[in-house]
């Protein structure tokens, strides 16, 4: 009819919607930050999503990568509904990610905290004395050498990796505390390295809600607004990967990163 205006048109693929993400396996050789923190980045970007359900399943691994995806679910959350949902285990690094988010519901029966941290160094001196190898290593610094696994660290060495370590530990406690709204000396009596119930860590304030998956989602249909229209999404590879996956290379050059991991030191939260 004449002077009527045109009726809008909700069409699917604008329509409003929550996100799924899934987080699980050991972070910085299942999860990595790179691909990770673009999806994250992308989701708080995209219009059409409205609530984001981050499902955590790990048991933990690299500090830095544990920082890096904990710092961009924060920053999403700040613009986004975000709920984590812990399934089998939030532990360590894995908690820490879940600590991102606006609120946290696990399983009752899922495993939550591990608060803590491990420094790896592997040392392979006597390995090396079997196989008759050695080592010859031209440094300037006194401490610049302390990392290498050819030798056994010397006590200043190991006093300098445990303020190290400390440091690394003050700074979980810290981002605990503030994400999950707790006084540090609080979390600090928690962060001895244990895992707690899903039902304790409620009483403890590390958790919001138990509950399941359909649980979240209702939270998040009600935090953001928006119906029960879902959409998996799936960090997208880097080409490389992509055509190497398609042949063993790809399994070669996981081993190989794998063994070269072994043989540096790092900070895992796990």
């Not at 949902?85 to 939550?112: E, N, R």
């Amino acid at each position: 009819m004449d002077g009527m205006l045109p009726l809008a048109v909700e069409l699917p693929w604008t329509a409003p919607r929550i996100a799924i993400l899934e987080i699980s396996g050991a972070i910085g050789m299942t999860v990595r930050a790179p691909e990770m923190v673009r999806t994250i980045n992308a989701l708080a970007e995209d219009t059409r999503v409205r609530a984001v359900v981050v499902e955590v399943d790990s048991q933990g691994g690299s500090a830095p990568v544990s920082d890096a995806i904990h710092r961009s679910l924060r920053r999403l959350s700040a613009r986004k509904p975000t709920l984590a949902f812990i399934l089998g285990a939030g532990l360590s690094g894995g908690y820490l990610i879940a600590c991102g988010a606006s609120k946290i519901v696990a399983l009752p029966t899922a495993l939550v905290g591990s608060i803590g941290v491990i420094f790896m160094r592997p040392v392979v001196q006597e390995l090396m004395e079997k196989v008759g190898v050695r080592m010859v290593m031209t440094h300037q610094g006194r401490l610049k050498g302390m990392f290498q696994p050819w030798r056994e660290p010397t006590p200043e060495e190991q006093e300098r990796v445990q303020a190290l370590t400390d440091e690394y530990y003050s700074w979980f406690i810290d981002s605990v505390a503030v994400a999950r709204r707790l006084e540090p000396d609080v979390v600090r009596q928690y962060a001895t390295g244990e895992l707690f119930s899903a039902v304790r860590a409620k009483e403890l304030g590390l958790i919001d809600e138990l509950g399941d998956m359909e649980m979240a989602l209702d939270m998040a249909c009600e935090m953001g607004r928006v119906p029960r229209r879902l959409q998996y999404v799936r960090p997208r590879r880097p080409l490389l990967e992509r055509l190497l996956s398609r042949g063993g290379a790809s399994v070669a050059r996981a081993l190989l990163a794998e063994a070269d991991g072994w043989l540096r030191p790092r900070v895992e939260l796990r």
